[in-house]
C-alpha cells in the first residue's frame, strides 16, 4: 500500500523557472494539504484541497499554485521560482485529525 | 503569527529517563491536538493525539496531557530510547475547520 507519493524527491531550480510537484494517495482520501518546513518554522500550510475540483489557500499561499483534478492527484505549481522558495515540501492527504504524510520533495532553487 | 509553539527546539534525554515536550497554543477554538514525530529524510507520522474533552491519553510509552485553562499540552515518554531520536510535532485543530497548525518542532536526542 502506497499511501501518499510524491515526486520528485528532489529538485534543483534556477529562479524564474517553474516546476510542477505532483501528490498522489490512494487511500480514497477527500482532503489533502501541501506544506513547506522551513527550520525554526515547523510545517507551514501552503494550500489544501476539500474534495476533487476545490483549492483553498493556506498560511503561506504566495508564488504557488495547486490544481485538483482527480480525488488522488494534488499538483502543486511555481511559476516564476525564487530562492525564498527552496525548502522541503510536504503533501498530505487525510481529515484533520488523521494526516498522512508523503516522504518530502527538496527543492533548491538558484 | 504561529497560534502553535515548541519553544525548546532540542531535548537530550539518557536512555531510559523520561522526556517531556512542551506546545503551547494561543487559538481558543482548537479543539483537537496531535503529536506527531519526523525521522530524517521522512515524512511526519502521527503519533498520539488528545481532544480537548480529556486531560491525558495514554498510549504505551507515550502520554500526552492537556490543560486547556494555560492553553499548553505535554509529550511524556517513558522510558526514553534510542529509536525515539527524531524532531517531534505539536500540531492542533479547531474540527469545524480543514487544517492543522503545527509548532516549530522539537529534535529529541536519547543517549545511550
Known amino acids: 500500500n502506497a499511501g501518499v507519493t510524491q515526486t520528485p524527491k528532489f529538485r534543483v531550480l534556477k529562479t524564474g523557472q517553474s516546476m510542477t510537484l505532483l501528490c498522489a494517495q490512494d487511500?480514497?482520501?477527500?482532503?489533502m494539504y501541501w506544506y513547506r518546513q522551513d527550520p525554526g518554522m515547523g510545517l507551514r500550510l501552503i494550500h489544501y484541497?476539500?474534495?476533487?475540483?476545490?483549492?483553498a489557500k493556506g498560511e503561506v499561499p504566495d508564488g504557488y499554485n495547486v490544481s485538483r483534478l482527480k480525488k488522488q492527484n494534488f499538483l502543486l505549481g511555481l511559476e516564476s521560482a525564487a530562492p525564498s522558495q527552496t525548502s522541503v515540501y510536504f503533501c498530505?492527504?487525510?481529515?484533520?485529525?488523521?494526516?498522512?504524510f508523503g516522504e518530502g520533495s527538496r527543492l533548491t532553487v538558484l | 503569527d504561529q497560534q502553535v509553539k515548541q519553544n525548546s527546539p532540542s531535548l537530550s534525554v539518557q536512555e531510559g529517563r523520561i522526556s517531556i515536550l512542551n506546545c503551547d497554543y494561543t487559538?481558543?477554538?482548537?479543539?483537537?491536538f496531535l503529536w506527531y514525530k519526523k525521522y530524517p529524510a521522512e515524512g511526519p507520522t502521527f503519533l498520539i493525539s488528545?481532544?480537548?474533552?480529556?486531560d491525558k491519553n495514554e498510549d504505551g510509552r507515550f502520554t500526552v496531557f492537556l490543560n486547556k485553562s494555560a492553553k499548553h499540552l505535554s509529550l511524556h515518554i517513558v522510558p526514553s530510547q534510542p529509536g525515539d531520536s527524531a524532531v517531534y510535532f505539536c500540531?492542533?485543530?479547531?474540527?469545524?475547520?480543514?487544517?492543522?497548525?503545527f509548532g516549530a518542532g522539537t529534535t529529541v536526542t536519547v543517549r545511550a
Open positions: 487511500m480514497n482520501h477527500e482532503y
Open positions: 498530505a492527504s487525510g481529515p484533520p485529525g488523521e494526516l498522512f
Open positions: 487559538n481558543s477554538m482548537f479543539d483537537y
Open positions: 488528545i481532544s480537548s474533552i480529556k
Open positions: 500540531a492542533a485543530s479547531d474540527l469545524g475547520d480543514y487544517k492543522l497548525s
Open positions: 484541497s476539500v474534495g476533487e475540483g476545490t483549492t
